[in-house]
């Protein structure tokens, strides 16, 4: 996942490097104004790695939406239909620049090894000073760095975690004032009925759900080191043992309005609720009734200002008995060396722990194996080479809102040279994952209609010999003499290396791959 993630993020620079003005390392004649937003982002970044990259975007959304209005009106030409499109998009860049989208002025990555097989990340979008309190900001990272909360909640065995820090409200609004600023009166309209409906519906207003949320959300995945379950992951074929997995999902919230509503919209819904107390903490939970290997038992509670969500009653216990005795993820020995030196009062984080990655690697090398379309060894460590399955992967990056740009940085297992060349190869490995095990398909089905075809001339020359010999059902075929009636009187050869049998008259000749579809 780190490597899809950081990948995603150098695909964005590379995007930026060919329609902006790039700067790697060195710094060529350009604009005071550019000088400045390059010496900014490298602040923020290390020389020397693997990898450093800095470009120059100021002005390339701006440019882009410059331009979509121009094909639009070209359409418009031999469609009228596009009238009210062409309306809405130009109305978008005003909305945009308000919000805060054209506020970005640069981007920077850079990568250097570590001893262990880590490397230190660094990325950083440069913004205008002005836009920090802008809604577009503030909807996706709140303003300043805090002390992360949900930290005291995520139990220890936890293997992904994802803490963002956010204004719901701000999104909230950005929405609404789009709805009417960009889209027009019948736009708004429409969007005002169906805020009403669902109202009706929950019993309480989108606006006072969004007013109760504080701020901070996670989930984090959690893997056991006590308990397994097996996933059958193909018919016939030997189940796969893994760690029992759990899901936990906390929401800072102001007040029970969201807890409210969700215990409100189940007992609609008919659903047994179940409730246990753990130290004053009532928790709800209903079991879902799904053929499912992984225990499901939806549940919730809050606490401390915290709505807990989690996949069994048993995590949530878990989660509280954390915050309680300071015994989670934030405690151990592995989250703190990851995060060593990294600030905790952040605007987010992002923790992978090697196990994650390598329990989702098995079950993604399980499933090709026990794939009728992959057989060969060789063809699997092909794809798992293209594909960067080959090593766990970790990660350990935080995010920090800051007045010149978003910072983030920490470490990771995918180097410099790893990543950009996910950027050029991403595509080649895509193409590969999907076209190795189809031209497999392809070979394989080539090998058993010729197969086929070997079967249906040994039947002809069966019944030839049958025939000249009058010999009747259940008589067991001479080969030799059979042969003679197949050109050049040998026995055909399986392109796939199976063996044939004839047998009795009456009974169609087999091959010993009859099992993969080689057969009458």
């Avoid at 902006?20 to 982002?41: D, L, P």
């Avoid at 409730?275 to 038992?297: F, G, M, R």
């Avoid at 878990?318 to 405690?331: I, P």
Wanted: neutral net charge; contains cysteine; glycine residues 8%.
């Amino acid at each position: 996942m780190i490597k899809q993630v950081l990948t995603t993020a150098a695909s964005l620079t590379l995007i930026a490097l060919l329609t902006g003005n790039i700067r790697a390392q060195t710094v060529s004649a350009n604009s005071e104004k550019s000088e400045k937003t390059f010496n900014t982002i490298m602040t923020h970044l290390d020389k020397g790695g693997d990898l450093l990259v800095v470009a120059n975007v100021e002005g390339w959304l701006e440019n882009l939406f410059e331009f979509v209005p121009q094909l639009t009106k070209l359409q418009a030409i031999t469609d009228p239909s596009t009238a009210q499109a062409i309306s809405a998009i130009e109305k978008l860049p005003k909305f945009l620049q308000k919000n805060g989208f054209y506020s970005v002025t640069g981007i920077g990555m850079s990568v250097v090894p570590q001893k262990g097989g880590l490397n230190d990340y660094k990325s950083f979008i440069a913004r205008k000073q002005s836009a920090i309190d802008l809604p577009l900001w503030r909807a996706l990272v709140g303003t300043a760095p805090k002390e992360l909360t949900s930290l005291n909640f995520i139990p220890a065995d936890s293997v992904l975690t994802r803490i963002c820090i956010n204004e719901p409200a701000q999104l909230w609004t950005m929405i609404k004032s789009g709805i009417t600023e960009i889209g027009g009166d019948e736009a708004e309209t429409n969007f005002a009925m169906g805020i009403e409906m669902l109202t009706a519906q929950m019993g309480i207003s989108i606006d006072e759900l969004i007013a109760s949320l504080d701020g901070e959300g996670f989930f984090s995945v959690q893997l056991s080191t006590t308990k397994t379950i097996t996933l059958p992951l193909t018919p016939g074929q030997d189940p796969l043992s893994i760690p029992e997995p759990s899901l936990l999902i906390g929401l800072s919230v102001k007040n029970d309005t969201l807890r409210t509503l969700i215990s409100t919209q189940l007992k609609k819904s008919g659903m047994p609720i179940g409730e246990i107390t753990v130290d004053n903490n009532t928790i709800q939970s209903i079991n879902i009734p799904a053929p499912l290997h992984i225990p499901l038992k939806l549940s919730f509670t809050t606490d401390s200002g915290m709505l807990l969500l989690a996949s069994n009653d048993e995590i949530l216990k878990t989660a509280l008995t954390t915050k309680k005795t300071k015994s989670g993820l934030v405690n151990t020995k592995e989250f703190k060396t990851a995060f060593d030196g990294l600030p905790l009062k952040n605007n987010g984080l992002l923790y992978i722990a090697p196990r994650f990655s390598k329990v989702i690697t098995d079950i993604q090398m399980q499933a090709m194996a026990n794939s009728s379309d992959i057989t060969s060894d060789e063809t699997i460590a092909l794809i798992k080479n293209i594909t960067g399955m080959s090593e766990p992967q970790s990660a350990a990056l935080i995010i920090q809102n800051l007045k010149s740009g978003i910072s983030i940085k920490g470490i990771s297992s995918s180097g410099g040279r790893e990543i950009a060349a996910s950027v050029i190869a991403a595509p080649v490995g895509m193409v590969a994952a999907i076209a190795i095990p189809s031209f497999i398909k392809a070979r394989s089905t080539s090998q058993k209609n010729a197969c086929i075809n070997n079967l249906r001339q040994l039947d002809s020359a069966k019944e030839q010999w049958a025939l000249a010999e009058k010999k009747v059902t259940g008589v067991t075929p001479d080969v030799k003499g059979v042969l003679e009636y197949i050109k050049g009187e040998k026995m055909p050869i399986c392109p796939d290396g199976g063996t044939y049998t004839l047998n009795a008259i009456g009974e169609n000749p087999t091959c010993s791959k009859g099992h993969e579809g080689h057969h009458l």
